[in-house]
């Protein structure tokens, strides 16, 4: 049965999912895959969050469908505070398909590194009701 027989209106906060993913860093690297998830189905990413308990040097993270990164910037990690990533402004940069990864990538400089660095993803299934499916 196609997601749009849930008949869930597409603001509903019911479909939402939350993956939380654990960030170990390594010093000196440049656009490192620490991460690699494929949902199983349409979907969108509707939020990005990056927190971390201690950070040495300059750490950011980005969130990519594919190849394609989801936000306007990577995300710059800030000790003890949660960070809000700025989504893309195109639809089609944070939309996936059922065959896509989300896949979570980090830059450190040299000193760069993180203590409980996490990056909370929420996605959402689509299309929901209203929504013409694009896949």
């Known amino acids: 049965m196609a997601v749009t027989d849930q008949k869930m209106h597409a603001q509903s906060k019911t479909p939402l999912k939350h993956l939380v993913f654990n960030l170990i ?30 950070e040495a040097g300059v750490v950011s993270a980005d969130v990519k469908i594919g190849a394609v990164s989801a936000l306007n910037a990577a995300i710059a990690f800030a000790a003890a505070t949660r960070v809000d990533g700025v989504l893309a402004a195109a639809q089609a940069s944070r939309r996936g398909s059922r065959t896509d ?35």
Do not use: M, W
């Not at 909370?120 to 896949?135: A, D, K, M, S, Y």
């Open 25 to 54: 860093t390594a010093v000196g690297q440049a656009d490192v895959k620490a991460f690699s998830f494929r949902p199983g189905y349409s979907f969108e990413i509707v939020d990005v969050q990056a927190h971390c308990l201690n």
């Open 101 to 135: 990864e989300l896949n979570i990538h980090y830059t450190t400089d040299g000193a760069g590194a993180l203590t409980n660095g996490t990056v909370t993803v929420t996605i959402r299934p689509v299309p929901l009701n209203g929504e013409v499916q694009t896949e």
